[in-house]
């Protein structure tokens, strides 16, 4: 199995940009496809960016593309989600979450989930 621990979230004005890390640990950590999902107070959790076990392939939700982008430090088992141009709509709690497959909007549930950092967007 693999544990993951998010860091990073916080409060920010709109407009602003937060980086989220995820630290990954176990015997496989390094070869787990990783990525974020989000959820907003009474809302489904939701997709939001994932990447593969090498950092060649990285999906995004729509709303997200153009302002945040995933990568991955193997090195460190560590995934960052670099958020820019924060609106105060993108303001939920984000968790980490990895799998052994790779994570698309077109698969199931990832298997493994971290706590969740929240990050609130304010106008």
């Known amino acids: 199995q693999v544990q993951l621990v998010e860091s990073g979230g916080g409060l920010v004005q709109a407009g602003g940009s937060l980086r989220l890390s995820c630290v990954a640990s176990?015997?496989?950590?390094?070869?787990?496809?990783m990525g974020w999902f989000c959820q907003a107070p009474g809302k489904e959790r939701e997709f939001v960016a994932t990447?593969?076990?090498?950092?060649?392939?990285?999906y995004y939700a729509d709303s997200v593309k153009g302002r945040f982008t995933i990568s991955r430090d193997n090195a460190k088992n560590t995934v960052y989600l670099q958020m820019n141009s924060l609106k105060p709509e993108d303001t939920a709690v984000y968790y980490c979450?990895?799998?052994?497959?790779?994570?698309?909007?077109?698969?199931?549930?990832?298997?493994?989930w971290g706590k969740g950092t929240l990050v609130t967007v304010s106008s």
């Open positions: 979450a990895a799998d052994r497959s790779t994570i698309t909007p077109a698969t199931g549930s990832p298997r493994f």
């Open positions: 176990g015997r496989t950590a390094s070869y787990y496809a």
């Open positions: 990447i593969t076990w090498s950092g060649t392939s990285t």
